[in-house]
């Protein structure tokens, strides 16, 4: 089965756990300003928004790429970018839609990200259940099942 | 390590900034944080300096595991001596700003000395430069913030800042940090201003590196989260209601203070509560509550995110007030609310969004109040003095006038921000002020929950429940049940909450993990990120030697056993309110065997047994 991140962002507190964990399994230590998945935090409305790439099908990023550097991975459906081949040109940050893709100045290299080989750290790590990682044909369910269950047929289940 | 092992030291005087390594061998002994930064403060400077003078120094400290992704861990204190009490103010805050200065690379910044002029200091990772406040000086908090923020372009610039109340002398202002988070007690925002420095902003993108043991880290870390996940107060009480969970409950056991602590109940608490601020209001149907929300790294998320109705008299004609922003925990909404008598839940929430938009503790603001409203009921304050407004208890226009004097400093404000003691002082009538060391009560009387009254009269930074919360066990049998009314037992159960917490705000944790977590639950955590062996024992260890460590600097500054003490009202004036009827606080049975259990002789001063044991500095 493969499988997407799901993102709830009313259930988000705002904590940074995802970005702690995103960037320790990336990084190999504490760094949200190296995390691959980012809250914004919106505090005049009090919202909170965790965000990172959606894996598209044609991927902006890897149309764009002139080396080839980015390639699906077909068995978590998580585009990746080959660290060897990356130029750094920065032609996919410019070609994404959703900002998602991102250089580091430290490698010299684009990073996004790659759902952790299938075993995402952020949706471990979070402690609402705001990220989560679900069957990819069905990520609507929950809020489907949120408004089937305001669904009026109260009446028929009593009778 | 998890330390960064680096300290940003800014002479204010002659603009000058360095680096230095972190003392590790003081970092074994007081691990970081509070502990660690009291050690240097201890080392560096005279208690017995002006507070407000350019001899006193300013540090904020993170602790080892701030900024890690251990639950809570994102807090730093600022150490510095306190102008409101002149014994040692630590004043922890949560937020973001902590763990950005972590990892920008710094365990702790030390401020010396004062400025010639306003400024602000800059830092981006290992590069810091004190800039100009010109154009910033004079501005709120908040528009500081949103200036700060212009100037370096960066939306993840993390900022603390003062507001006017610190400019212009209020001797409880605060830091705000994030514009809505405070180090808040003991004045330190006032030492801040002093210095002429009005923000310190950072970004850091270098980050926490060096765990000793990344994957027996995260492992543990995450065990810890459950634990706190599956506690019904961190679990569900304070991500629910907040620290406000403790309104209905602190009032129905009669252990509410009112009116400048002159009643034990207050029959308007449920209306500024945290039951009430989930309550639809009548004129947009929104509740009080927006939303819960977390600090850096925390699992409870306790914070509250509020609004204020769009009708209210006191938001009318200010946009600054008209959106979202951090709403009430229980110590403001008693202090602003029920000890000044006031039942306006939008006149409370007015005043704690001005409180961070101009840097006071609402804590002693609302009790500065209390005392004033109660030196007008009794005609010593009269509208003379305050150019017109009447300071009834109950007065909600009373309130929020107050709010906004103090926080621009202006006219009465300035009276008001001399805190309870001198205000009291000043009109004559030093009995009415509610204060201990000149620090303001928070809300829990001592008369109903008896080992409170142990805890505020021994706190090293004067009257405050974060120094000892025997609130847990008294109230809410964490760990184990003890009962408020009797005495017995409260001497050894204050100092084990006093040195268990200096251990944890040293961690660079929250104290509010406590409802579920002991040291049990942390030292695993710190073992697994810090270098050498980190024990329950050794952090209790560190724990009593902080205490003690904060307790020579109060004596060196010149304090003495006899400001171990509680006004009159609380040990004379019976409770009552029918839980609590006939009962004061019973100081006297508690006091002489806190000493000893501490090893300090009958009048409060340490040995050179406990100096030895500790191995504290000259």
């Not at chain 1, 069957?135 to 289940?157: F, I, P, V, Y």
């Not at chain 2, 730093?76 to 805050?93: D, E, F, M, Q, W």
């Not at chain 2, 039942?343 to 409370?348: F, K």
């Amino acid at each position: 089965m493969l499988r997407s991140l799901s993102i709830d962002p009313d259930k988000c507190t705002g904590c940074l756990q995802c970005e702690m964990a995103c960037s320790l399994e990336n990084e190999g230590i504490f760094n949200p300003a190296r995390s691959r998945i980012k809250v914004f935090t919106f505090h005049e409305e009090g919202r909170f928004v965790p965000y990172t790439c959606t894996q598209c099908d044609e991927a902006w990023c890897m149309h764009a790429c002139p080396v080839d550097a980015i390639k699906m991975n077909f068995q978590t459906g998580a585009l990746e970018v080959n660290e060897k081949t990356c130029v750094g040109c920065k032609v996919c940050t410019i070609a994404c839609p959703f900002g998602t893709i991102n250089y580091n100045r430290v490698s010299g290299k684009v990073i996004k990200c790659d759902l952790c080989g299938g075993d995402p750290e952020c949706a471990k790590a979070c402690p609402t259940q705001a990220i989560t990682y679900v069957d990819s044909d069905a990520t609507g369910l929950e809020k489907m099942r949120a408004w089937a269950g305001k669904t009026d047929n109260a009446q028929h289940a009593a009778g | 390590m998890a330390w960064a092992k680096k300290v940003l030291r800014v002479n204010l005087t002659d603009g000058t900034i360095s680096s230095e390594p972190l003392n590790m061998e003081w970092a074994a002994d007081y691990i970081g944080q509070r502990g660690l930064a009291t050690r240097y403060l201890v080392a560096e400077t005279d208690p017995g300096c002006d507070a407000l003078g350019p001899d006193n120094k300013m540090i904020m400290a993170t602790g080892p595991l701030t900024g890690t992704a251990a639950s809570t861990g994102g807090r730093y204190s600022v150490i510095t001596k306190s102008p409101l009490t002149g014994a040692v103010a630590c004043s922890n805050s949560g937020g973001f700003f902590g763990a950005e200065l972590k990892a920008a690379g710094w365990d702790m910044i030390i401020f010396e000395g004062r400025s010639p002029n306003p400024v602000w200091l800059n830092i981006e990772d290992d590069r810091a430069e004190l800039r100009s406040a010109d154009g910033i000086w004079g501005k709120s908090v908040w528009e500081a913030d949103a200036a700060i923020h212009k100037i370096t372009g960066d939306p993840q610039t993390r900022v603390a800042a003062v507001g006017r109340s610190a400019e212009s002398g209020c001797l409880y202002a605060a830091i705000i940090n994030d514009l809505h988070r405070a180090a808040g007690r003991s004045g330190v925002g006032t030492v801040m201003a002093s210095k002429n420095l009005k923000a310190v902003a950072v970004r850091g993108s270098l980050g926490v590196a060096n765990i000793k043991d990344p994957k027996r880290f995260m492992e543990t870390v995450a065990e810890q989260k459950v634990v706190l996940a599956e506690n019904a107060v961190t679990g569900q009480g304070l991500p629910a209601l907040g620290t406000q969970v403790l309104m209905n409950v602190i009032n129905e056991i009669g252990a509410l203070p009112t009116n400048n602590m002159q009643k034990t109940q207050f029959e308007g608490a449920h209306s500024i509560s945290g039951e009430a601020m989930l309550e639809p209001r009548k004129s947009d149907g929104k509740p009080n509550l927006t939303t819960n929300a977390a600090c850096f790294g925390c699992t409870i998320a306790c914070g509250r995110i509020s609004t204020i109705d769009p009708t209210h008299f006191s938001i009318q004609d200010k946009p600054q007030y008209q959106h979202n922003s951090g709403g009430l925990e229980y110590e403001a909404a008693w202090a602003m609310g029920a000890d000044t008598g006031v039942d306006d839940l939008d006149a409370v929430t007015f005043a704690n969004f001005v409180c961070n938009e101009d840097g006071m503790d609402p804590i002693s603001f609302g009790a500065t109040v209390a005392a004033a409203m109660e030196l007008f009921e009794k005609g010593v304050i009269t509208t003379e003095h305050t150019g017109g407004m009447a300071l009834n208890f109950g007065s909600a226009e009373a309130l929020t006038w107050c709010a906004e004097k103090v926080g621009t400093g202006d006219g009465f404000g300035k009276d008001l921000g001399l805190g309870s003691k001198k205000l009291c002082e000043k009109y004559g009538h030093p009995e009415l002020s509610m204060t201990v060391k000149g620090q303001e009560f928070p809300a829990y009387d001592p008369r109903g929950i008896q080992g409170m009254g142990l805890t505020y009269a021994t706190s090293n930074r004067g009257a405050c429940h974060l120094r000892s919360y025997t609130v847990a066990s008294e109230v809410l049998g964490i760990p184990e049940k003890t009962d408020p009314a009797v005495t017995e037992g409260k001497a050894g159960l204050v100092k084990a909450f006093q040195d268990a917490t200096a251990a944890v705000d040293s961690m660079g944790l929250c104290v509010f993990t406590t409802f579920a977590w002991t040291l049990d639950n942390m030292a695993p955590q710190l073992d697994a990120a810090c270098e050498g062996d980190w024990t329950v024992d050794r952090l209790l260890e560190a724990g009593e030697r902080i205490w003690n460590l904060e307790r020579d600097y109060n004596m060196k500054a010149g304090l003495t056993g006899a400001d171990d003490n509680l006004p009159e009202r609380l040990l004379k004036e019976a409770s009552k309110a029918a839980p609590t009827e006939g009962q004061v606080c019973n100081l006297h049975e508690m006091l002489p065997e806190y000493y000893q259990l501490r090893g300090w002789t009958t009048d409060g001063q340490l040995t050179d047994e406990v100096r030895q044991k500790f191995s504290l500095p000259g």
